[in-house]
């Protein structure tokens, strides 16, 4: 499966900005592959493909993941593109490794025991160059992520932008996916650098997502 053909057929099926976020997360996935030392080609196709579902309307994705058996979520407009997307570039790309369709799956909510291509997508997708968050706090806080990378182990850089994530949606009340609340506990069990500001502010602010999560329940 070439480069150019991906390329191609995502600039067919999303808009020009959708493509240039695209380009993006796969030109700053790679330059993660170099530091932390994944696959070149795995990155890049992820990358590239991230966004598959992107821009089909809500009722297009609680369609198509109904026939696929997936669970509606709340917020399903930001949350379903990711699961849909994996799923659609399974069918629509045979040669497709599982580790790239996994990583597109992830790339939103994040799982328990994520790999590394799961890890720099899910970073990737938050610090390529040209996205912008109209929250001016939430988008400095992003710039310090993006200084992390090449300086942190790539653990704690997702550990990183998984709290900034989860902090976000507690602070807006937005609802939380148990998915990414399993993958914070996670990586905090599996880490064992307790005194680092990281596992500091993850365990705090894991504490408040649970809090808030069952609140929404």
């Keep these: 499966m070439s480069h150019d053909a991906v390329l191609q057929a995502i600039g067919e099926r999303l808009s020009k900005s959708r493509v240039q976020h695209s380009i993006g997360?796969?030109?700053?996935?790679?330059?993660?592959?170099?530091i932390y030392g994944a696959d070149q080609k795995n990155v890049r196709l992820a990358g590239l493909l991230h966004d598959w579902d992107k821009d089909l309307s809500v009722e297009e994705l609680v369609r198509k993941a109904m026939l696929s058996g997936l669970t509606i979520p709340l917020n399903p407009e930001k949350l379903l593109h990711a699961h849909t997307g994996a799923l659609s570039v399974a069918d629509e790309f045979a040669l497709l490794e599982q580790e790239v369709i996994q990583a597109i799956d992830r790339h939103t909510l994040a799982a328990a025991n994520m790999s590394d291509l799961d890890m720099i997508i899910y970073v990737a997708d938050m610090i390529e160059p040209s996205?912008?968050?109209?929250?001016?706090?939430?988008?400095?806080?992003?710039?310090?992520?993006?200084?992390?990378?090449?300086?942190?182990?790539?653990?704690?850089?997702?550990?990183?932008?998984?709290?900034?994530?989860?902090?976000?949606?507690?602070?807006k009340r937005e609802f939380i996916h148990i998915l990414s609340i399993e993958a914070m506990e996670d990586m905090l069990r599996k880490c064992t650098q307790t005194e680092h500001e990281v596992f500091l502010l993850a365990t705090a602010t894991l504490r408040q997502a649970r809090q808030y999560s069952v609140m929404q329940a």
Excluded: C, K, P
């Design 25 to 34: 997360v796969a030109d700053t996935a790679s330059r993660m592959a170099d």
């Design 131 to 171: 996205r912008v968050f109209s929250d001016g706090a939430f988008a400095l806080q992003v710039e310090g992520l993006r200084a992390l990378v090449g300086v942190d182990s790539l653990q704690i850089v997702f550990m990183s932008a998984l709290q900034l994530s989860l902090s976000y949606l507690v602070e």
